[in-house]
């Protein structure tokens, strides 16, 4: 009964579904999140008789990037430009970390406002005073949900050039003969179709925790608790 262990639960479901479905489900699955995005921020603008607050500016900037990257990550995904789109994974993590930010502070508005004036929210605090650098919000919301730390690690070497790309060149190994076969390309069809499921899951999953955090705002605005107390 618990809406958060339900969120969590769903997300494993997500993120186990492996081969049992192919590619193209996977893909449009996560296709149908965009009108999601859309639907969102419709909402969020109507909320309260139309009102609008600093965090909605913060909210529609991001409902722009998430439906963004979710956009070309399936381009890339359906070009079998696997490299680039993995890419996208660590940046879309990315929104969600720092928008969900907005909820450990103590004035969210504010918090809005200054990212507007440029100010990084690694130089903004909690409002229990601690600098919120990337370090700090993974190791927060891995504890409601462990993946964040994996997923984060990992697809940092794909944003930053590292063993993970010359990795990707072996298409093929013979440990008998003692030989490799190595790819340039852009198209990687030799990456395993299971691999290529938990990349479009893993980036599903986050992109439903950005909808989710969008949806909370949008109550809390629709909601206000001196609205309710009066």
Request: proline letters at 4%; charged letters at 25%; a positive charge.
């Amino acid at each position: 009964t618990n809406p958060a262990y339900r969120r969590e639960a769903r997300l494993r479901l997500i993120c186990a579904v492996g081969s049992e479905k192919t590619m193209e489900k996977h893909l449009q699955e996560l296709e149908r999140l965009k009108k999601a995005h859309l639907d969102e921020g419709m909402a969020v603008m109507k909320a309260f008789g139309g009102v609008g607050y600093p965090f909605d500016f913060l909210t529609y900037g991001v409902l722009n990037r998430s439906l963004s990257l979710t956009s070309g990550f399936v381009t890339l995904m359906r070009a079998e430009n696997f490299v680039a789109a993995l890419t996208l994974v660590r940046p879309q993590l990315d929104t969600f970390l720092r928008y969900a930010a907005g909820w450990l502070v103590a004035d969210p508005h504010a918090f809005a406002t200054e990212i507007l004036r440029g100010t990084p929210v690694k130089k903004q605090k909690t409002a229990s005073g601690a600098f919120m650098t990337d370090r700090f919000l993974v190791d927060h919301f891995k504890s409601e949900h462990p993946w964040i730390g994996r997923v984060y690690a990992e697809t940092s070497g794909f944003v930053h050039f590292s063993e993970k790309h010359m990795l990707m060149n072996v298409c093929d190994t013979n440990a008998k003969e003692r030989k490799a076969t190595f790819k340039i390309t852009d198209k990687h069809t030799h990456v395993p179709d299971e691999i290529r499921v938990e990349a479009v899951s893993g980036f599903t999953a986050i992109t439903t925790l950005i909808l989710h955090r969008v949806f909370s705002w949008r109550h809390t605005k629709e909601n206000p608790p001196g609205l309710k107390k009066d």
